[in-house]
């Protein structure tokens, strides 16, 4: 008896907690049952409910969340920008050029952002080139040397007189003659 | 969007439609829905680009067209400079970008003729088709065969054959 005021006490308390869920109110309070599931109510809104039994779609729906917020967190800065740029800067137009004017090397570009990336980060393609054919004077100067040394010491090996391949001949004092200086050795 | 190009440059030939009498009081369809088309569409787009433009008005930028000056040829060159060979060399590359772009000039106007011209276009675009052939045919005699990795010496190459062939023939 007393266990049994002590669970009465244990589901009114439990009821206190969730009074909105079903079986929760006084009237049925510990005589409840479980509730039927094959006898719901129909209402006509929707057709019956259906608990559909299909496998988990939580990771292919996390993937297409998370690909869309990757892409968008720099497309849309991106797409705002090119938009922008395009309709208050605007493409350049083709005019002849005036007389006794060099124009920059970025105003041989239309668009704006490529002029913006040749201003910037490029150098002209005057200078471009230049660095090439500077490139290749140092390697034709390099190339020239080498087959100079070549033929120097050919001539010197051939020839004999110049500060290349000069054997050091023996010290003479150092000889000792001591074997063959008396006939009868 | 930038501007269209030169009409003058390549114009097309007069139109020919004949003028339309009118011989009834009745509306011509044709008339109301190209006036319907007009105030739906074009009026709104116009209007629309009209203000883009207004915001760009004040500071339009422009661009000019490349001029390179002209060096010496390879076969000005002494042997071994390899500075004037490179810049032969560039020059080469200039001139064949300049001489696939006309191709494709010529190209595009025989196309241009004969979507006006319709099923009789051999017989109108006869000035068109022989401008192409010939254009084709001196470009597949300098650049034909000389593939992805073509250079100046090869053309020039390539030229000598075709002289050495030619003095060949003539003798």
């Not at chain 1, 988990?56 to 920008?81: K, N, Q």
Request: glycine fraction near 4%; charge should be positive; aromatic fraction near 10%.
């Amino acid at each position: 008896m007393v266990g049994m005021s002590v669970l009465r006490s244990a589901a009114a308390f439990a009821a206190r907690l969730s009074p909105l869920k079903s079986g929760n109110n006084a009237a049925n309070l510990l005589s409840r049952t479980v509730t039927r599931t094959d006898k719901v109510a129909v209402r006509w809104g929707h057709g019956k409910n259906m608990f559909i039994i299909k496998p988990s779609d939580f990771y292919d729906r996390r993937f297409l969340r998370l690909l869309t917020f990757y892409t968008l967190l720099t497309g849309i800065p991106m797409a705002v920008i090119i938009t922008g740029v395009n309709v208050f800067v605007g493409e350049a137009e083709l005019v002849e050029t005036p007389e006794d004017y060099e124009p920059e090397h970025w105003e041989y570009y239309k668009h704006p952002i490529t002029r913006w990336i040749a201003r910037t980060f490029y150098d002209s393609p005057v200078k471009d080139y230049e660095k090439m054919l500077a490139a290749i004077q140092i390697e034709k100067e390099k190339a020239d040397m080498r087959l100079n040394q070549l033929e120097a010491r050919r001539q010197m090996r051939q020839k004999g007189d110049g500060p290349w391949f000069q054997v050091d001949t023996l010290n003479k004092e150092l000889i000792d003659n001591s074997p063959k200086s008396t006939p009868d050795n | 969007m930038p501007a269209d190009h030169d009409k003058d440059a390549y114009p097309e030939p007069p139109r020919q439609t004949p003028v339309a009498e009118k011989q009834t009081a009745l509306p011509n369809p044709a008339v109301i829905l190209s006036q319907l088309f007009y105030y739906s569409v074009d009026v709104p787009v116009t209007t629309f680009r009209g203000v883009i433009d207004s915001f760009r008005d004040n500071n339009k930028p422009v661009y000019y067209h490349q001029k390179y000056r002209r060096v010496p040829d390879l076969t000005e060159c002494q042997e071994g400079e390899y500075t004037c060979y490179y810049e032969a060399e560039m020059q080469w590359r200039r001139d064949f970008k300049v001489d696939q772009e006309i191709v494709k000039v010529v190209q595009e106007r025989l196309r241009a003729c004969q979507q006006r011209e319709g099923n009789s276009y051999q017989q109108n675009c006869a000035k068109e088709m022989q401008q192409f052939s010939e254009t084709t045919k001196n470009y597949q005699l300098r650049y034909g065969d000389l593939g992805a990795y073509a250079s100046a010496r090869k053309c020039l190459m390539k030229q000598k054959e075709r002289m050495i062939a030619a003095q060949a023939q003539s003798a």
